[in-house]
């Protein structure tokens, strides 16, 4: 299994993992806009990969770990 200190994400991506995050765990029906959030946190993922700011490796472990993909 990857380890990976997630304070060292660029500071977007961080931000996006702890809304989806806090959201998920919220009081709110979570099935109401979750897919709001995870559509976002898809996409700060595939930005960052994309931009070389994380490797492929990382943007796996960070889709599996809260996407579930």
């Not at 029906?29 to 990969?49: F, H, M, T």
């Amino acid at each position: 299994m990857m380890e990976l200190d997630e304070r060292t994400l660029p500071l977007y991506l961080q931000k996006d993992i702890k809304e989806f995050v806090n959201y998920k765990n919220s009081d709110i029906n979570p099935k109401l806009r979750l897919d709001i959030y995870w559509g976002e946190l898809y996409g700060s993922i595939n930005s960052a990969q994309h931009s070389y700011e994380i490797t492929k490796e990382v943007a796996d472990y960070l889709r599996d770990k809260y996407l579930g993909i």
